[in-house]
């Protein structure tokens, strides 16, 4: 009895703790993310149909059955049924239909590569994962920040994310989608802010002693106070090149927030040819020689020559 009485209190105890905690996942700030949410409880509740009626059936079954009640029905010749059969393999089979045909709409309407439909133009952000800090370069503005995105509200922004380390996951939970960042790579994810607020952003993949302090802020603005936050940028006195980099790039935990307010071009493209090898930008001053390295780098490697261009 004093067992069952402690088992109760510690459910309630945890029950209580977890009622403070801030479900992010299911608290969604942007289109992205709520679309993933409602896939979330969907694929769950679907599942669902068939774990509560077996845990149920459980629970009855031990107590009608037990072997103190005589008056339970015994039927030893007893060898099948049609009807529960049906149930038993109908259920679940029109379930996995169901769970089919939902997986194939949201894999291609979520897919983190796929533009989001809007009339608003896109922002630009390319990402660059270091050891542990996050640069955020903003190639149409000529600006960069590390650990402080700030995003204009209801505008979708596409990012381009690679790793200038070991590899690592881009994750803004409260807008949802997650993307690996690899040294070497490209990887592409859409995202939009419906709301105003400031949101966390995380590295949702191991990489290091200084993995867990490298987080960021995630500024979602109205469009006065993201002119506001660029023109603050850009009247910040460090400029960001390939010798400024270097010494960004060394490993630094909980690193404090920087504003960049130039930043030398073609940086992130030459941060992914640091390890791309024969895909490697070169550097050729003869106008015949760049235009075949151009051919050959579209040939091999199309994504990084449309980016350039």
Known sequence: MKRTISYCLVYLATSVLLAGC??????????????????????TGLMLLV????????????????ATNKKAKYS???????????????????????????????????????PLDSDTP?????????????????????????????????????????????????FIPALGGQIYAMAGMQTKLHLIANETGQFRGIAANYNGHGFSDMHFSTLSLTGADYEAWVNKVKSAPQKLDHASY????????????????????RLFLD?????????????????QVQRNSDDTRADQQPSLLAEER
């Open 22 to 43: 801030n479900l992010i996942v299911f608290n969604p700030k942007g289109q992205v993310a709520r679309d993933e949410r409602d896939l979330i409880i969907l694929a």
């Open 246 to 265: 270097a010494q960004l790039a060394k490993p630094s935990v909980a690193h404090r927030i920087t504003y960049y307010s130039a930043v030398q071009e």
């Open 76 to 114: 030893p010749r007893w060898a099948s049924s049609h009807k529960i059969e049906a149930v038993v393999w109908g259920v679940p089979f029109l379930i996995i239909c169901v769970l089919g045909w939902v997986t194939w709409e949201t894999t291609h309407s979520l897919d983190p590569y796929r």
């Open 271 to 287: 941060i992914v040819d640091k390890y791309e090898g024969m895909n490697k930008a070169p550097r050729a001053k003869d106008t």
């Open 122 to 170: 896109p922002l630009n952000v390319q990402v660059v994962a270091t050891d542990w800090k996050w640069l955020f370069i903003y190639p149409d503005l000529g600006i960069a920040s590390v650990n402080e995105l700030a995003l204009p509200v209801n505008t979708p922004v596409s990012f381009t994310v690679t790793s200038d380390a070991a590899m690592t996951s881009f």
């Open 51 to 66: 774990v509560i009626p077996v845990i149920v059936m459980m629970f009855v079954f031990a107590y009608r059955y037990r």
